[in-house]
Every structure is written in C-alpha cells, then in structure tokens.
C-alpha cells in the first residue's frame, strides 16, 4: 500500500503569493491531518478531518489558512497571502479513524520557504 | 486542556551508551501514548504505541516507560548507534470526547545525535 503522498516536496513563494499543498492519505483512511512544523514551535495543528468532515481547525491559522478534502483520497491546503513567518514544513497525516489507539501515518511534509 | 513537555529538547550521546528522552502530560484523562521518529527529510514515523494499561513496553534496542502516578513517559535507548540520530516526538491522546475527538497532543522533539 502506499503511504501518505504529499507535493511538493519543496515549495518557494514571494510574499503575498497564493500556494496550494496538495496530500493523498493512505487508501481506506477516514482521518486527515494537516500540521505545521517549525523548530520553534514544534508540530502544530492546523486542520483534522473526519470522513471529509472538517472536525477541527487550528484558530490562530484560521485567516489564511484554508485546508479543504475535495473527496477522500486527496486533500488541500492553500495558504492565501503567503508570508515570511509561514515558512515551515506542512505535514499531512492520516489514519483508519476506526480507534483511539490507531498509529498516524505521516507524509514526508512539504518544505515552504517564503521570501 | 491537555500540555505535553518534551525534554531535553538536545542530547548528544556516544555510540554504545545509553539515550533517556521524558515526556510530561497533565491530563489525567490520557490513555494512549505514542512515540515518534523522524529522520531528515522524511514524515514521523511510529516507534511504539503504548497503553494506560502497560507500564513497561519493550521494542528493539529501546524500551519505554509509563508511570502514570507522576504522569511520564519515557523513551529509553539502550546501546546507541547512528542510525538512532533523529529527532524523537511523543504523543499523547486522551479518551475522546466531543470536539477534541481524535487528537493528539505532541511534545517540542528531542533532536538527538549518536557520535560514533
């Protein structure tokens, strides 16, 4: 089976630009995460579906950050203006959704750097 | 809500020693417990997974611990060696319930480094 397939791998913007991440969960898959990580800050939530039922989004990203599962084998993020500060690696992850104590399978993230 | 507190946030260790990485969580509701690895350029990847209900949880080269009344988890490398240098996040998820259903809490990451 193949794992959770994330595009790009890398990704560079101008400041103000419009950026679409895009992720494919792994086949079967009910739940959908996508996080943001950065040294300082560490893993952050930023949206979590459930059957492409959007169950929690993380407020402070609410403005510019728009994750979307158009059906449930692929799923967006799309960052609208980009900025500096954004310049993180984005996971997406996923999992059966059947039990709490189901292991998260994660993408290899992709790379944004805002310039 | 849940806090997660990763330490130590760095730890250099010889090849062959040992390596400890500590989780703390305050919710008491939590029940499951996670450990993850990841190498550069690559997603988390899970360690082990362990239970309330299991204290002492063995795996290759590593074995993790959970003491409950102080509410720790721990990530404990026996015989270190270079392909153990990554960094290191646990997890940690609570029964769900309403809104937070099915989320984990992480803690900061251990970046840790095997000197051969």
């Known amino acids: 089976d193949a794992g959770v397939t994330q595009t790009p791998r890398h990704e560079v913007a101008e400041k103000g630009q419009t950026i679409i991440l895009k992720c494919e969960p792994v086949?079967?898959?009910?739940?959908l995460f996508w996080y943001r990580q950065t040294k300082i800050q560490g893993l952050e939530l930023l949206s979590y579906?459930?059957?492409?039922?959007?169950?929690?989004d993380g407020g402070a990203f609410k403005d510019r950050f728009k994750a979307e599962m158009l059906n449930s084998s692929f799923s967006t993020l799309k960052i609208q203006p980009t900025e500096p500060k954004d310049s993180a690696v984005y996971l997406c992850?996923?999992?059966?959704?059947?039990?709490?104590?189901?292991?998260?399978?994660f993408g290899s993230g992709t790379r944004l750097t805002v310039l | 809500g849940e806090q997660v507190e990763q330490r130590p946030p760095h730890l250099s260790v010889r090849e062959g020693d040992s390596a400890v990485i500590i989780c703390t969580y305050t919710d008491p509701n939590s029940y499951y417990f996670f450990w993850y690895k990841q190498e550069p350029g690559a997603g988390l990847q899970l360690l082990m997974k362990v239970f309330s209900s299991t204290e002492i949880n063995e795996g290759q080269g590593f074995t993790v611990l959970l003491n409950k009344k102080d509410k720790q988890l721990s990530l404990n490398l026996t015989a270190a060696h270079p392909g153990d240098s990554a960094v290191y996040f646990c997890?940690?998820?609570?029964?769900?319930?309403?809104?937070?259903?099915?989320?984990?809490?992480f803690g900061a990451g251990t970046q840790l480094i095997v000197i051969p």
């Open positions: 997890a940690v998820r609570t029964i769900d319930r309403g809104s937070a259903l099915g989320r984990l809490h």
């Open positions: 992850a996923s999992r059966r959704g059947l039990g709490s104590a189901e292991t998260l399978y």
């Open positions: 086949s079967g898959h009910n739940d």
């Open positions: 579906f459930r059957s492409k039922s959007l169950m929690e």
